[in-house]
């Protein structure tokens, strides 16, 4: 089985349609080291993921603008604070950012709502001379240096 940069499900070489499927398999999903397993009590499957399990491709927030709740494509939602960390790393050339979504599962967020939490960033200002910083549940988060 293998979750590609997309988010897209695949199981020997053919995509998974079904989204209940898909969302199934992502809540008997588990990470180990550096490898994702399906777990059931009959058998442990390996999972290989290209970036992470979530793709993150919404968010609400609330009327003050600093209560950031995320959207992932396999129907679980869960808030930017400080249980659920944002980091940006360098990948293939990209700063691209990852969050601890569920017990060491990772998602990541996807281009269009990154322009969107950077565009809050900029209406929350907070000031950072070197850093755009996003704030959610009274906690900073950096979205990258500035130019």
Not at 45 to 55: C, G, I, Q, S, T
Request: proline share 3%; hydrophobic share 40%; net charge negative.
């Amino acid at each position: 089985m293998r979750i590609d940069r997309e988010g897209h499900w695949y199981y020997q070489d053919s995509i998974i349609g079904r989204e209940k499927l898909k969302i199934l398999f992502s809540r008997i999903l588990k990470k180990e080291g550096e490898c994702y397993y399906l777990v059931t009590p009959a058998e442990k499957v390996l999972v290989n993921v290209d970036l992470a399990p979530y793709k993150i491709i919404d968010f609400e927030v609330n009327e003050m603008e600093d209560e950031i709740i995320f959207k992932t494509n396999l129907d679980y939602d869960f808030p930017l604070d400080s249980t659920h960390l944002l980091e940006m790393r360098a990948l293939d050339g990209e700063e691209i950012p990852f969050i601890n979504a569920r017990n060491d599962l990772e998602a990541y967020v996807s281009r269009p709502v990154f322009y969107r939490l950077i565009e809050l960033a900029l209406r929350q200002n907070i000031k950072d001379e070197s850093k755009l910083l996003l704030k959610s549940f009274g906690k900073q988060f950096s979205l990258g240096e500035k130019s």
